[in-house]
């Protein structure tokens, strides 16, 4: 809100507000429709020289201050400041309005007028498709052969800066793809559209970045090669740390001192439960040392199939 004096004594509620609005949308009354200005009148009826306006926006405020004080219209100097608001005498609830039913419903309408998304086009259907956007240059595919979590960081980020636009549903990142393509989904096409203008042309970690809408053909999805897979999981390992290495076995002491059956059987007896040891020992190191590479390759699947982990809901691409 602004307190404005210094008016016209014959300036209208219209010409006060065309003046008013060169800084901002004047805010209306969310029941009667009108703008919600205020020309202040003494006792007898009469225009004091003073108003108040209430703007939609609170960066309305500041200009209006920089641009409408000491403003002159038809030789009256206007001064502009910020409305201060004191209660006079006891507060009387009573008297209080109530808000209309569809308060909130009129208040969303009126922000919609500071949106700046393209207005949709009566008669025309947008495809599902066009909700998608493809952005190119995102990354390249050896920034994640050092440190494979940068994927998982860059799906964030960008999740982060596209939901500036609307409400995302679902980020792939295309991580083998040379061109270093990642998608987003939005819920409505005019929010894709906001988006794509945006981000086409900005700057990405050093990368410029050429946004586009999905043609709802191309695949951007690459298979990797079971050579590829193999050095992902050597990759892997190494980043995990090398697993526990298996114990030497203890050999049976040939230098026994025993001698004749007892020490034949007793010697029989040692190798074989040697060899039961040995046995399971394998057998366990085998189970586990399985169930590690199977772990770390869950892990490497998790992070690198962006399109299993980034999915929100059914894949759209």
Not at 303 to 312: K, R
């Amino acid at each position: 809100n602004v307190y404005v004096t210094g008016l016209p004594p014959d300036i209208t509620k219209d010409e006060f507000v065309e003046v008013m609005s060169k800084c901002g949308i004047v805010m209306r009354d969310l029941q009667t429709e009108e703008p919600k200005i205020k020309l202040y009148k003494d006792k007898e009826g009469n225009l004091k020289g003073d108003g108040l306006c209430c703007y939609l926006k609170r960066e309305s405020v500041e200009l209006a201050l920089k641009l409408l004080d000491e403003k002159e219209i038809r030789g009256y100097k206007l001064h502009v400041e910020v409305a201060q608001f004191q209660l006079k005498g006891e507060y009387d609830a009573s008297k209080k309005k109530k808000k209309c039913k569809d308060y909130k419903k009129k208040l969303s309408q009126q922000q919609k007028l500071l949106d700046w998304r393209p207005e949709k086009k009566e008669g025309s259907v947008r495809l599902r498709h066009e909700r998608v956007i493809i952005i190119r240059n995102m990354f390249h595919p050896k920034d994640f052969e050092e440190d494979p979590l940068v994927l998982n960081e860059i799906r964030e980020d960008l999740r982060t800066e596209c939901e500036k636009f609307g409400q995302v549903k679902k980020v792939i990142i295309f991580d083998r793809h040379p061109d270093g393509v990642a998608s987003v989904s939005f819920k409505e096409s005019e929010e894709s559209d906001v988006c794509k203008q945006a981000l086409n042309g900005r700057w990405f970690g050093g990368r410029q970045l050429s946004v586009e809408t999905w043609d709802g053909v191309t695949d951007y999805q690459i298979e990797e090669t079971s050579r590829e897979r193999e050095e992902r999981l050597k990759g892997w390992q190494e980043f995990l740390g090398d697993p526990d290495q298996e114990r030497p076995k203890k050999l049976p002491d040939n230098d026994s001192s025993e001698s004749g059956p007892q020490a034949a059987k007793t010697d029989l007896t040692s190798q074989d439960n040697g060899a039961t040891e040995a046995a399971e020992g394998e057998g366990g190191g085998r189970g586990g040392g399985g169930d590690h590479h199977k772990g770390a390759g869950e892990d490497v699947t998790a992070s690198t199939d962006s399109s299993a982990t980034g999915s929100d809901e059914e894949a759209e691409t």
